[in-house]
């Protein structure tokens, strides 16, 4: 390969940045997304972003938007430059459409960004999303949200992450009171005070000021009592909180945290300015041959999501994957690893969910969807020719909704199993059997609800086949980590515990709440219980 071209590819790839959000639900994720598009020149909003309406605007209006900036936006990904960065942003579907995909895109994420409601704390969502994160040890960093409004007192908060995640933490800027009375924040390194003033909502240049601690306007500006505040924080942070070791990290054992409000984009900027600079290019990873460097001539990627198309006249599917080395150009023919033979990647590439874009050329960090005829499995790996190697699995995440599959129709068994075990194998439902019985009973479990509905939906209307979902009231769902030379007949359960298997036969049991679980756990010693299942 020529160098100039060598060079060039390397660079593209040292520039990349793959990040998702990760939050509970209204904490601000959609809001800091689209403050992070308006600097990166993707989006203008003239005006402010004032509520989810206008936000949820915005979101659909993304379509239009790439045509008009040529930006890739995506119900997976959204793509934006800035300060010569190359940025993807991995969507974490939330809400109601909070699915095993959110976990999985963050398997093909390099750091995650922890939003966080400063009135709030640490929410249920966050702390799932959070242990997917740990299990993957990736940098996170913190963005404590909504400072505009009341919010908790600051030394709390960052208690709080770490004994409620475990994850120690490390403010890179300090706020100065809240809500009506938000007067700014403290900027821990250069040591000076970015003041806030209100009613800014969605320009692009905030209008904040900017003085050094020891700037005799301190005083004014915050008002004395904040002021005398601020010093006594400062010196108990600097006393007595955890120096900011980049080494920790990236090894995800430190979050550095940042306070600010998305909405009248106070503190998005520099978060995004910091977040840039402590965050590193596509990270290598693991497969079966040892670690693979991203930056490699031969393009390497795996499957870490399927979309199904649910659009009757549209059958095909979508196979979403990250590049994790190397660089993607259209039409190129790859080694599909695990179906053992060669596919040529010509068909559609695309970023877009919805609309057809065809990606001439892609590089390692960057996420491409794929047109599937059905061959892809979540987790699967692709090459370039001339290499061989599988990355690392994706885990199956432990459902938090269980139900009877009851099929209507007997004599559509056959239509019946074919569908259910397609609709498994592309991840968006997980099945589950009695433990030494045959395929009589069908237990499905599921991360969001709403995979209930569209089991159902597609069952119906992909293979003709009514069923009927009896809920069953199990939460817990755990995989047995040392069933090798275990009976499993033989643990001692409580009498609500069902012991079940899943479609790779490894045992499992259901609980119906914890205490049921953590009762197991006592009366039979040296069990291991897994939230997640590697094979
Ligand atoms: P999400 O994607 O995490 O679910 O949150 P989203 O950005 O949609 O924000 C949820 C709500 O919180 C939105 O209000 C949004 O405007 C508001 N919000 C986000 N960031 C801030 C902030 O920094 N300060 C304040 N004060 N509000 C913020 P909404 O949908 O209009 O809800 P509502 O408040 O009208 O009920």
């Not at 050329?361 to 794929?370: C, K, Q, R, S």
């Not at 059997?433 to 119906?460: A, K, P």
Request: charged share 25%.
């Amino acid at each position: 390969m020529a160098f100039k071209q060598q060079e060039s590819w390397k660079n593209e790839i040292e520039k990349r940045r793959t990040f998702a959000i990760i939050s509970h639900p209204d904490a601000g994720k959609t809001t800091l997304t689209e403050k992070f598009l308006l600097y990166g020149g993707a989006i203008n909003l003239a005006g402010s972003v004032k509520g989810k309406k206008t936000a949820k605007h915005a979101v659909s209006d993304w379509m239009e938007i790439e045509k008009q900036r040529g930006i890739s936006v995506t119900s997976s990904v959204l793509q934006f430059n800035y300060g010569g960065f190359c940025i993807n942003i991995l969507d974490t579907p939330g809400h109601q459409d909070f699915s095993e995909d959110t976990y999985r895109t963050l398997m093909a994420a390099d750091s995650a960004v922890m939003v966080i409601d400063a009135s709030k704390g640490v929410e249920a969502q966050t702390i799932k999303l959070f242990k997917v994160c740990l299990l993957r040890q990736i940098p996170i960093f913190t963005f404590v949200n909504k400072m505009d409004r009341d919010a908790n007192d600051p030394f709390d908060l960052m208690d709080e992450i770490e004994s409620v995640l475990g994850i120690a933490t490390c403010p890179v800027n300090w706020p100065i009171g809240s809500g009506r009375e938000f007067k700014g924040v403290y900027e821990r390194d250069r040591k000076c005070i970015t003041t806030f003033t209100a009613a800014m909502n969605g320009q692009r240049e905030v209008d904040t000021k900017e003085v050094d601690l020891n700037d005799p306007q301190v005083n004014w500006l915050i008002g004395e009592g904040y002021h005398s505040q601020l010093l006594e924080d400062i010196e108990l942070l600097d006393g007595a909180g955890q120096e900011l070791d980049m080494e920790l990290v990236r090894q995800g054992k430190l979050s550095p945290v940042f306070f600010g409000s998305a909405l009248t984009n106070f503190g998005v900027e520099t978060f995004l300015k910091h977040f840039l600079k402590m965050t590193t290019p596509p990270l290598p990873r693991k497969a079966d041959i040892g670690i693979i460097d991203p930056v490699s001539p031969d393009f390497s990627a795996f499957v870490f999501k399927i979309q199904a198309n649910m659009n009757k006249a549209h059958r095909d599917r979508i196979a979403f994957m990250r590049i994790c080395s190397g660089k993607f150009e259209a039409g190129m023919e790859v080694n599909h690893i695990q179906g053992g033979r060669k596919v040529k990647l010509s068909q559609p590439q695309q970023l877009m969910a919805q609309e057809r874009k065809i990606v001439e050329e892609a590089y390692a960090g960057d996420i491409i969807g794929v047109f599937d005829p059905g061959i892809f499995s979540i987790g699967d790996t692709l090459t370039s020719s001339g290499q061989k190697f599988a990355y690392e699995g994706i885990p199956t995440f432990a459902p938090e909704h269980f139900a009877r599959l009851r099929q209507m129709d007997t004599m559509k068994r056959k239509q019946f199993l074919k569908g259910v075990n397609q609709i498994a194998q592309e991840g968006a439902i997980q099945i589950f059997q009695e433990f030494n019985t045959g395929m009589e009973e069908i237990i499905v479990g599921v991360v969001g609800v709403l995979q209930f509905d569209v089991l159902l939906f597609r069952l119906n209307n992909e293979y003709n086949v009514e069923v009927k979902l009896d809920p069953l009231p199990y939460e817990h769902i755990r995989w047995i980590a040392n069933k090798d030379g275990l009976d499993v007949e033989k643990i001692q359960g409580t009498s609500d515990m069902k012991r079940v298997k899943d479609l790779k036969g490894n045992p499992l049991l259901l609980f119906i709440n914890s205490w049921s679980m953590g009762m197991v756990l006592d009366r039979n010693p040296g069990l291991v219980l897994e939230e997640f299942s590697r094979n």
